[in-house]
């Protein structure tokens, strides 16, 4: 049996390197002053190749340090759980381990307060690393988060604080949100009843709402004393439906609305239009149905809108793009509030290990989209927005991120400037090596 997972640019990299002041094709925005920094899983050991499941393997992040127009390093570092301490024969980083379980955190990296956080779900801590990617310990925050974490905390630009749900299967049919303030801490945690235990990806967020996808992907016992890696399953027999925290009462009660089936890992914006809550999300029509390796199985995401009557309690869906894409992100600046752009990482022949890679743009104030195509077998990656400095419109900045380059068998950190998608990179910045298909990644400025 193979496994789609472990080959081509999904098999991990073997080698940590560092390399220094790397080749260029174009021109690095000069303004761009920071680091693009992208977690994925990156297995230390050999694996199973029937047993082993994308989302489970050790995370490694890859990182790109831009100034002044230049590309001074590239650098990828294991995440050092003690698993892969042991592994590297290095001494273990001891700290705040969750009770729930310890592992290298694999989804992303996000810098909250004054720590930067490599970030995965499912009831283990963040690990804190420093800005060359070296592992300081697990996070509790400075001894304020109770348990596990999530890998999409959502930042409010203007309250300043973040928002994340949390799920850990032996909370059985429940699921925690807790608030972090601008330093760092959690200031506010409670459980929400759910159905079923679900798997939570991910929330939205609008400057009222804080919304729970409670979807029937949820922990299957029998998987998990069977053994298997992720023992989720899609179970259609269990409601789907969005609870609705009011964040002007975080104690207060959920409102429940019933939706279509469907599973969200990702969203890309929700905000508020009256009592109107509008959500854009990338929406698969099932997940993870019987045993496997990987999404890749589980349909076509596309991006979605439903339209949410608060005061009535119903749900409208729509798709909106008939684009296979995944990985949505926005000018975060506009986080909770209404966006007219975003941005997803394209997969033009619906084929994840084989299909041409890009960046998918929606104008969804025009109803338009357009695309640039990366080349065969480039992604999917995902692009983050950058926004240059003082600017006013909304696609005013870049789209940084990894492109797989099959000629070479290596990596380019590509960026594009956002309001000229279709004009093509303005700068590659060429990898000593691959960086594998993962996860998720940010722009952390210097100085941050
Ligand atoms: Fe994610």
Redesign the pocket.
């Known amino acids: 049996m193979t496994n789609p997972y472990l080959e081509g640019n999904f098999a991990p990299v073997s080698t940590e390197l560092t390399a220094i002041d790397l080749a260029v094709t174009g021109t690095i925005p000069p303004e761009l002053d920071g680091s693009f920094l992208r977690n994925g899983p990156n297995p230390i050991a050999p694996q199973d190749e029937a047993a082993y499941h994308w989302f489970t393997g050790d995370g490694m992040v890859h990182g790109v340090r831009l100034r002044e127009g230049n590309a001074l390093w590239y650098r990828n570092r294991w995440v050092r759980s003690e698993t892969v301490a042991a592994a590297l024969d290095e001494p273990s980083h001891p700290g705040p381990v969750a009770q729930q379980g310890d592992f290298a955190s694999n989804?992303?990296i996000v810098r909250i307060g004054p720590r930067l956080l490599a970030c995965v779900e499912a009831g283990s801590r963040p690990y804190e690393l420093t800005p060359l990617l070296d592992t300081v310990a697990p996070s509790d925050m400075a001894g304020t988060l109770p348990a596990g974490f999530t890998?999409?905390p959502h930042h409010d630009p203007v309250a300043d604080e973040w928002h994340a749900v949390n799920y850990w299967w032996g909370w059985g049919e429940n699921v925690q949100h807790v608030v972090i303030d601008k330093k760092g801490k959690v200031a506010h945690s409670r459980l929400i009843e759910t159905t079923g235990g679900p798997m939570v990806?991910?929330l939205a967020m609008s400057e009222r709402w804080i919304v729970v996808y409670d979807l029937p992907c949820d922990f299957d016992l029998q998987a998990a004393v069977a053994g298997e890696r992720l023992p989720y399953h899609w179970m259609p027999d269990q409601p789907a439906r969005f609870g609705l925290i009011d964040r002007t009462d975080l104690d207060g009660p959920v409102r429940w609305i019933d939706v279509d089936p469907c599973y969200v890992?990702?969203t890309l914006n929700a905000y508020d239009d009256g009592d109107t809550l509008v959500i854009d999300a990338v929406r698969w029509p099932k997940m993870f149905e019987g045993t496997g390796n990987g999404p890749i199985e589980s349909g076509k995401p596309c991006l979605w809108r439903w339209t949410i009557d608060t005061a009535a309690g119903a749900a409208k869906d729509e798709q909106l793009r008939d684009v296979d894409e995944e990985?949505p992100r926005i000018d975060e600046r506009l986080t909770g509030r209404r966006h007219r752009y975003g941005y997803g990482a394209l997969n033009l022949t619906g084929s994840e290990s084989s299909g041409r890679g890009g960046i998918v743009k929606h104008d969804l104030d025009r109803g338009t989209s357009e695309i640039l195509d990366l080349g065969a077998g480039a992604g999917p990656n995902e692009f983050v927005f950058v926004p240059r400095a003082g600017s006013q419109a909304e696609d005013e900045g870049w789209l940084v991120g990894f492109t797989y380059v099959a000629d070479t068998d290596t990596s380019d950190l590509v960026i594009v400037a956002a309001d000229d998608l279709t004009g093509g990179p303005v700068a590659r910045v060429h990898l000593p090596q691959r960086v594998p298909f993962g996860?998720?990644g940010n722009w952390i400025p210097a100085g941050r």
């Open positions: 989804t992303n890998a999409h990806h991910d890992f990702h990985f996860f998720h």
